[in-house]
T-cell receptor, first 113, second 114 residues
Framework: GDSVTQMEGPVTLSEEAFLTINCTYT??????LFWYVQYPGEGLQLLLK?????DKGSNKGFEATYRKETTSFHLEKGSVQVSDSAVYFC????????????FGSGTQLTVLP | GAGVSQSPSNKVTEKGKDVELRCDPI?????LYWYRQRLGQGLEFLIY????????KSGLPSDRFSAERTGESVSTLTIQRTQQEDSAVYLC????????????FGPGTRLTVT
């Protein structure tokens, strides 16, 4: 079945450090890929998305590129801030499916001042 | 405008009792989704509504779980004869239609079965 595997956490970084959270997927079709973020005490929010191979999603300084050849969608940010501390979820939707998201297990990020 | 709301925010119940969880989607959103998030795990899909019909119930874990939706508004997820393994955060999301990608999530209901 379809699945998403993401980097185990927790991840702790100092402010202004470079962030990478790895995400790989297995899908029978051609998925759209997403990163969702859950800040402490808040609901899940869409951070960025990419709907086809080689697309780059970006938002709030975060980027991820849809790599079909490596079935990956790694999240990156060049300089993290304390306010980026949250849980990050990689997810996919198969095109033509019933539209439910398939999520990875989440990665807890803590950024220290 | 208002986002997706869920109630209650927390529910503690005894094993064997029935519980109802409520979701109010964003006004005008025709698609509604229920997910479950167990501690330390990712979200599991439970059920999807397009309008008030549920074309995909494949994620419901057992026949103790059921859900309904009134028109294109409120949805209720019911768990009968709760078990300890039902303890989780239950999240609801809505989207403008079943064809759009962006799902907007509510804050969730944390269910604890003792």
């Amino acid at each position: 079945g379809d699945s998403v595997t993401q980097m185990e956490g927790p991840v702790t970084l100092s402010e202004e450090a470079f962030l990478t959270i790895n995400c790989t997927y297995t899908a029978t079709g051609y998925p759209s890929l997403f990163w969702y973020v859950q800040y402490p005490g808040e609901g899940l929010q869409l951070l960025l998305k990419a709907t086809k191979a080689d697309d780059k999603g970006s938002n709030k300084g975060f980027e991820a590129t849809y790599r079909k050849e490596t079935t990956s969608f790694h999240l990156e940010k060049g300089s993290v801030q304390v306010s980026d501390s949250a849980v990050y979820f990689c997810a996919l939707i198969l095109s033509g499916s019933a539209r439910q998201l398939t999520f990875g297990s989440g990665t807890q990020l803590t950024v220290l001042p | 405008g208002a986002g997706v709301s869920q109630s209650p925010s927390n529910k503690v119940t005894e094993k064997g009792k029935d519980v109802e969880l409520r979701c109010d989607p964003i006004s005008g959103h025709t698609a509604l989704y229920w997910y479950r998030q167990r501690l330390g795990q990712g979200l599991e899909f439970l059920i999807y509504f397009q309008g008030n019909s549920a074309p995909d119930k494949s994620g419901l874990p057992s026949d103790r779980f059921s859900a309904e939706r009134t028109g294109e508004s409120v949805s209720t997820l019911t768990i009968q004869r709760t078990q300890q393994e039902d303890s989780a955060v239950y999240l609801c999301a809505s989207s403008l239609s079943g064809r759009t990608y962006e799902q907007y999530f509510g804050p969730g209901t944390r269910l604890t079965v003792t």
